[in-house]
């Protein structure tokens, strides 16, 4: 079965910091990746996803993030976070022919000014 | 609509009674999806829709819980005899078609009704 774990519920970083974003997946098959955003009192929405066109993915507002079989890997990451990048962000996956998307717990990110 | 409406927002019940959470997913989408989040954890499946077909129920926690959508657009979410645990909020998400909707088709989810037994 699918899963993904996410590393660290609260990460808190400084404005114009890196931003990194940890997870790991664990899949049967060569899985479909995806991270979500929830900012407050929005729904969750599209960051970006892996389908096994290219394992460094581009997503909105300035994120990506790389697949990495070796090491199980789907890490977020920006360059220089800003204020408006605090939020909640999910890693999800899928497998191939499997419909349901399975979420991470989230890790909530802080931007200190 | 313009996006994914889920109504009510916040629902305060008592225990025992059953409640019903609405979805009105985006005009034309095929695919709709019903996720239940806890506080503290990410959203977890309960089911999904092709059209007005039911493909996968197995995320619905017991018998208590059933969903419908039987003209292919709106969908109803509903918990008999609530129980405290039952407390979540409940997601709605609909992608364009049903081919891998996870894979090839973004989903896109709603705000959530906030779900309270006390």
């Known amino acids: 079965a699918q899963s993904v774990t996410q590393l660290g519920s609260h990460v808190s970083v400084s404005e114009g910091a890196l931003v990194l974003l940890r997870c790991n997946y664990s899949?049967?098959?060569?899985?479909?990746l995806f991270w979500y955003v929830q900012y407050p009192n929005q729904g969750l929405q599209l960051l970006l996803k892996?389908?096994?066109?290219?394992?460094l993915v581009k997503g909105i507002n300035g994120f990506e993030a790389e697949f990495k079989k070796s090491e199980t890997s789907f890490h977020l990451t920006k360059p220089s976070a800003h204020m408006s990048d605090a939020a909640e962000y999910f890693c999800a996956v899928t497998k191939n022919r499997d419909d349901k998307i399975i979420f991470g717990k989230g890790t909530r990110l802080h931007i200190l000014p | 609509g313009a996006g994914v409406s889920q109504s009510p927002r916040y629902k305060v019940t008592k225990r025992g009674q059953d409640v019903a959470l609405r979805c009105d997913p985006i005009?034309?989408?095929?695919?709709l999806y019903w996720y239940r989040q806890a506080l503290g954890q990410g959203p977890e499946f309960l089911t999904y829709f092709n059209y007005e077909a039911q493909q996968d129920k197995s995320g619905l926690p017991n018998d208590r819980f059933s969903a419908e959508r039987p003209e292919g657009s709106i969908s109803t979410l509903t918990i008999q005899r609530t129980e405290q645990r039952d407390s979540a909020m409940y997601r709605c998400a609909s992608s364009l078609a049903s081919d891998r909707p996870g894979v090839g088709n973004t989903i896109y989810f709603g705000e959530g009704s906030w779900l309270t037994v006390v």
């Open positions: 005009s034309g989408h095929v695919s």
């Open positions: 892996y389908t096994s066109a290219a394992t």
């Open positions: 899949s049967s098959v060569p899985p479909y």
